[in-house]
């Protein structure tokens, strides 16, 4: 069970592969930083403010003491879970302007790149930095086609979990440490909150309401059912995917009216604040907690999005080296930093993520990520729609078109289980 969500997800997508270009420039031929592409490396990412930027900084003082002769150029585009980022780099890529190295969800959103072409293949750099045995295999295999791998992922990440103040809570007469069974259960918790006039649960914008929703189909179909909305074995149009949008639906009555114009992390600072009683997210959230000196217990508590325990939302962000990027060897120089535990450490640290690299030390990390660490490692691992590893860009921005014109008024529940089915095809 446990590794049949990303498994059966790489079967699904089955990718053909345009022709693509092979073999990455091994690098490392000689002093750094000489090369044609000169000393400048850009990093394109979303990782473009708060506790995001924090993560992205660790890694670049990595990146400055392994290679001094390069030079960091930040390309971050701000919108949380790339969602301007993307599209600018779809622009670049197809101007043949790429950047040095970009940032690129661990499966579907992947192979999107690799079967445009757009990625070189970059094995032989796992090789030189000894990086094969170090990540587990169905990771590898995410980041694999016919038998090339494109990235070297920086961490993991999971998606579906609950963040809640504990005062708020109590003001509302729920226990913080009580974590309701299932979502009627949840939803009970969420009338009580809003009889004390407090948002009972804060959300932001379109992409942020996607993570939410995925994480309702997991906890209401099960791990099983989840995965087969991707790779076709569920039926979208089906009875339980109705009570799961019945409930996302409800979810979405309790939450902040002002939503459409918020980011992530306004949605998860309301909860942070007292503002909100819960919020879903990422766990790139307990690094906004952490930042703030938010201690876990006493001024948050967190949890699976309740009927979804037993399973992590699996998504992974790694680092490319795109083709025809201007500096090759400065990519690959951060590739190394990236595959690196030095980098892995601080990065994951900073960011809320565990690492990919099953070598790092967990009690280096928070108690919060020691739980997802051991979450990861006995949890039925189930695909992020909402981050690139379940669905090809294509699905999800479909997705989220229709999720967004429903949130918005623009289409009845039936009409929206219809465009969710026609989306995944
Ligand atoms: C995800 C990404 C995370 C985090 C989040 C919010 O897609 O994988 O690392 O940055 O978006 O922006």
Partial sequence: ???????????????????????????????????????????????????????????????????????????????????????????????????????????????????????????????????????????????????????????IHRSNMVWANPTVLESAGIDPAAVPADIDAWIADLEAVQATGVTPLSVATTWTQVNLLETVLMADLGAEAYIGLWNGETDWAGADVTTALEHFETLMSFTNTDRDGLDWPEATQMVIDGTAAYNVMGDWAVAAFEEQGIERGTGFVDFPVPGSDGQFGFLADSFTLPVGAPNPDGATAWLETVGSLEGQVAFNQAKGSIPARTDADPADFSSYQQSAIESYASDAIVPSLAHGAAAPIAVSNAISDATSKFTTGGSDLATYQEELAAAVG
């Fill in 1 to 155: 069970m446990r590794r049949i969500g990303v498994v059966a997800t790489a079967a699904a997508i089955g990718l053909a592969l345009t022709a693509c270009s092979g073999g990455g420039d091994g690098g490392g031929d000689g002093g750094e930083g000489g090369g044609d592409g000169g000393t400048d490396v850009e990093v394109f990412t979303w990782w473009a403010a708060g506790s995001e930027l924090t993560g992205l900084e660790a890694l670049e003082a990595v990146f400055a003491e392994q290679h001094p002769d390069y030079t960091f150029v930040n390309g971050a585009v701000a919108g949380g879970a790339g969602s301007a980022a993307k599209d600018l780099l779809q622009t670049r890529l197809q101007a043949g302007d790429p950047p040095d190295t970009f940032q690129a969800h661990a499966g579907a959103e992947l192979t999107d790149y690799i079967a445009a072409g757009q990625l070189e293949d970059v094995s032989d750099l796992y090789t030189e930095f000894g990086l094969t045995d170090v990540f587990p295999q169905d990771l590898i295999d995410l980041l694999t086609v016919d038998g090339s791998i494109y990235s070297v992922p920086s961490n």
